[in-house]
Antibody, heavy 125, light 107 residues
Framework: QLQLQQSGPGLVQPSETLSLTCTVS??????????WAWIRQSPGKGLEWIGS???????YYNPSLKSRVTISVDTSKNQFSLKVGSLTAADTALYYC?????????????????WGQGALVAVSS | DIQMTQSPSTLSASVGDRVTITCRAS??????LAWYQQKPGRAPKLLIY???SLESGVSSRFSGSGSGTEFTLTISSLQPEDFATYYC?????????FGQGTKVEIK
């Protein structure tokens, strides 16, 4: 069973870059069984998909954030990371990392089976 | 983007009630629909994927149905631990999108 542990700052200055990390245990971040995702939740926008990193190495980003977002993987630390640049107050949210299981069967993918504990990020000076 | 619309936004029910939540997609998502339960201060929990497949460890009182653009989540007999907010989510097309949520409250 996977466990996802998030880390990162809670308060970030406007215009700066947010960096969050999700450390995976109980499995390998480079496994072909999983893709990885970042999701955020705010009172105004609800649950919002930020982007996904496929086990092929390909990344997909929400067009609403695409120019500001980077998702990457560090296999040596068994973790994947999120960077969001040019922050504004609208980026204040609870940020989650999550796993997507690739079954390789007619079931297809199993989305967001495991979640990190969440990281509350406030953008404020 | 595919818009996911849930109804109702809030539902008041009693323990033992049968509860149904509806989720409509703005275009066909085939069977790529999941349901989540979220309690305050916790991450969402996957209940159902691919419309009707029950996630491991989830009670069989939860069931899902539908296809194309209209889907339902049914709780056959509401239990005290089921009072929470429920979200549908499509994973047919990026960007994956969620419904706005349905809060199930105690009547």
């Amino acid at each position: 069973q996977l466990q996802l542990q998030q880390s990162g700052p809670g308060l970030v200055q406007p215009s700066e870059t947010l960096s969050l990390t999700c450390t995976v245990s109980g499995g390998s971040v480079s496994s072909t069984t999983y893709n990885w995702a970042w999701i955020r939740q705010s009172p105004g926008k609800g649950l919002e998909w930020i982007g996904s990193l496929h086990n092929s190495g390909t990344t997909y980003y929400n067009p609403s954030l695409k120019s500001r977002v980077t998702i990457s993987v560090d296999t040596s630390k068994n973790q994947f990371s999120l960077k969001v640049g040019s922050l504004t107050a609208a980026d204040t949210a609870l940020y989650y990392c999550a796993s997507i299981r690739v079954t390789g069967t007619s079931i297809g993918w199993i989305p967001y089976e495991y979640w990190g504990q969440g990281a509350l990020v406030a953008v404020s000076s | 983007d595919i818009q996911m619309t849930q109804s109702p936004s809030t539902l008041s029910a009693s323990v033992g009630d049968r509860v149904t939540i509806t989720c409509r997609a703005s275009q066909s998502i085939s069977s790529w629909l999941a349901w989540y339960q979220q309690k305050p201060g916790r991450a969402p929990k996957l209940l159902i994927y691919k419309v009707s497949s029950l996630e491991s460890g989830v009670s069989s009182r939860f069931s899902g149905s539908g296809s194309g653009t209209e889907f339902t989540l049914t709780i056959s007999s509401l239990q005290p631990e089921d009072f929470a907010t429920y979200y549908c989510q499509q994973y047919n097309t990026y960007p994956w999108t969620f419904g706005q949520g349905t809060k199930v409250e105690i009547k």
